[in-house]
T-cell receptor
Framework: TQLLEQSPQFLSIQEGENLTVYCNSS?????LQWYRQEPGEGPVLLVT?????EVKKLKRLTFQFGDARKDSSLHITAAQPGDTGLYLC???????????FGTGTRLQVTL | NAGVTQTPKFRVLKTGQSMTLLCAQD?????MYWYRQDPGMGLRLIHY???????AKGEVPDGYNVSRLKKQNFLLGLESAAPSQTSVYFC??????????????FGSGTRLTVV
């Protein structure tokens, strides 16, 4: 069974600060996705990374897939209150028909 | 594009009642899923389907049944609701690529309370 551990579990920061969320596993994944979930809504896909060492940027968000494809990080620059939410990573295998979800990181950004 | 639509959005059931949650997607995705999300438990997979007419059990299938008679629809049934089934239910669909599943598109959820 593949497990994805996210850290930290909770993060409360002020607007303008930078932060990094980590997603770690002992298993190798063929793809890694990041989602953001706002209260009362379903998770929304932010990015999919598929190559070891790959870096993708989405405005102030930077996503990296580890070289060994066992871990990933999400870095947010100059956080804003609109970044508040639950961040989930999810790993996929080329032979699997479902994703393995991480434990989640709840981020709160205050003014 | 509506994406994934779940109905109803809210429901209150009495213990022992039955109900069906409907999920519809308009993206021609092959794969569809039902998850439940509870505080501190994360997303847990109930059942999933890799194509019309096929279904498979996830990690918490007991007390639920599913059907995928049409590619665009995935129904989740509760035969005899129990308070332990109070949760937020999410449907998702996905497409694939050579490396596996590209990513899920989730519905906005159904908040179910069983009293």
């Amino acid at each position: 069974t593949q497990l994805l551990e996210q850290s930290p579990q909770f993060l409360s920061i002020q607007e303008g600060e930078n932060l990094t969320v980590y997603c770690n596993s002992s298993s190798v994944f063929s793809s890694l996705q990041w989602y953001r979930q706002e209260p009362g809504e379903g998770p929304v896909l932010l990015v999919t990374v598929v190559t070891g060492g790959e870096v993708k940027k989405l405005k102030r968000l930077t996503f990296q897939f580890g070289d060994a494809r066992k871990d990933s990080s999400l870095h947010i620059t100059a956080a804003q209150p609109g970044d508040t939410g639950l961040y989930l990573c999810a790993g996929g295998l080329s032979t699997a028909s479902k994703l393995t979800f991480g434990t989640g990181t709840r981020l709160q950004v205050t003014l | 594009n509506a994406g994934v639509t779940q109905t109803p959005k809210f429901r209150v059931l009495k213990t022992g009642q039955s109900m069906t949650l409907l999920c519809a997607q308009d993206m021609n995705h092959e794969y569809m899923y039902w998850y439940r999300q509870d505080p501190g438990m994360g997303l847990r997979l109930i059942h999933y389907s890799v194509g019309e007419g096929t279904t498979a059990k996830g990690e918490v299938p007991d007390g639920y049944n599913v059907s995928r008679l049409k590619k665009q629809n995935f129904l989740l049934g509760l035969e005899s609701a129990a308070p332990s089934q109070t949760s937020v239910y999410f449907c998702a669909s996905s497409t694939t690529f050579s490396g596996g599943i590209y990513g899920y598109t989730f519905g906005s959820g159904t908040r179910l309370t069983v009293v």
